[in-house]
């Protein structure tokens, strides 16, 4: 949702007239960014629509996934969201808009945009080399050719040699449930769309930009990294997602103590859901380590087993090694610091972004979604990671099967924030990437031309409406 928010921000400082279509706990999460944009001049707003939670049995403002407590609530919220199609229309019906742009798990959109004649753009928060290896496998369907899920399979027609195991795929891939049903659909109303804008830029995934437009047929603009274009000043940074920051004095303070480069950022997005086995190994490899962290804890987390983590917090402000952050960071803010030398991923886009952005290499640990995809790319593709060794995909709201081990975390720790040969390319590595990001967003680079020309020929299309 944020970076979808990044790109409405984006559009209105280009000119273009904007509505943000919302519900009350989501706006929450952004209005004040969207006020003070309004309040310097530019055409942007949000449209407020109630959320049906009581037609579908959820407590009032769970709205969004980030927010609910069980997998039973994840099947309602999805309903809840097929509920404001018949609202949503209408008020396009109202607003007789000159182009919509929806992400991808609003497929209607499509015959929405068809029946006013406008143009509908799906919004990419993921990368094109997910996209394109989610086709892969749905085309060619390499995984059934092997004997074993944990055995490993080439993904066909890719620019690069990718290897996966059955056991890192989505679950709906490997068993076509429900889930599957809605991706078809997606999939079906991306190529029925008339382009796609993508969270991403030229210089990251230029082989795979070329091959997302070949199998999928239609234009694809790469505008990213949107938090990059938008979110410039420490208000901005900090508010991001709206949660409550950590007091800045405590971690910048500590941060600034420490050397450039020298302190590993640990967090896992606002999704995970760890044991407390989990949790207590991840621990224990930090501190083996001997190298100094910041590590994001979540409140679902530290809730279940809070005396293990006060001791273990205890430990390391005595030796000064390591900070936890309760629950949310204003991660840009962090990520940008100079005493970061790496970052602990979950893999999720936004965040792989945000690192590549800030110029730093990774240790991946995906979870659930595109995330093992991502893992490969991070690693084998633009080579800034090292995994950690996770094997098996779950599902968001589930808790791993799998524990990584301490020795296998203490392990990948050293080596990225070690001084070896390989480690100082990955570095080398990120930080040109950082560079090549910034480049980008800059008035000649890649992104800024591809979001000038989208907005000249959405407003040529407008015209020849006229």
Known sequence: MIPMVDLARLFAMHGVNVTIITTPANALLFQKAIDRDANSGLQIKTHILEFPSAQVGLPEGIENFNTITSHGMSHKLYHALSLLQKPIEQLFQEMTPDCIITDMFYPWTVDSAAKLGIPRLVFHTAGYFSQCAASSIKQYAPHLSVNSNADTFLLPDLPDTIEMTTLQLPRWVRTQDGYAQLMDRIRESERQSYGAVVNSFHELESAYEEHYASI??????????????????????????????????????????????????????????????????????????????????????????????????????????????????????????????????????????????AGLPMITWPLYAEQFYNEKFVTQVIKIGVSVGVTEWRQWDEEAREVVKREEIEKAVIFLMGSGVQAAAMKNQARELGNAARRAIQSSGSSQSNLTSMIKELTSLKCGRS
């Not at 936890?324 to 970061?340: G, S, V």
């Open 216 to 357: 999928t047929g239609i234009k694809a603009w790469s505008v990213g990294p949107v938090s990059l274009c938008v979110n410039r000043d420490a208000a901005d940074k900090v508010e991001r997602g709206n949660k409550v920051a950590p007091k800045e004095n405590e971690w910048l303070n500590w941060l600034n103590s420490k050397e450039c480069s020298s302190v590993l950022y640990v967090s896992f997005g606002s999704l995970n859901k760890f044991s407390t086995a989990q949790l207590i190994e991840l621990a224990h490899g930090l501190d083996a380590s001997s190298h100094q962290f910041i590590w994001v804890v979540r409140q679902k987390d530290k809730d279940q087993d809070e005396g293990w983590l006060e001791d273990f917090e205890k430990h390391i402000k005595e030796s000064n090694r390591g900070l936890i952050i309760r629950d949310w960071a204003p991660q840009l803010l962090i990520l940008e610091h100079q005493a970061i030398g790496g970052l602990v991923t979950h893999c999720g886009w936004n965040s792989i972004l945000e690192g590549v952005t």
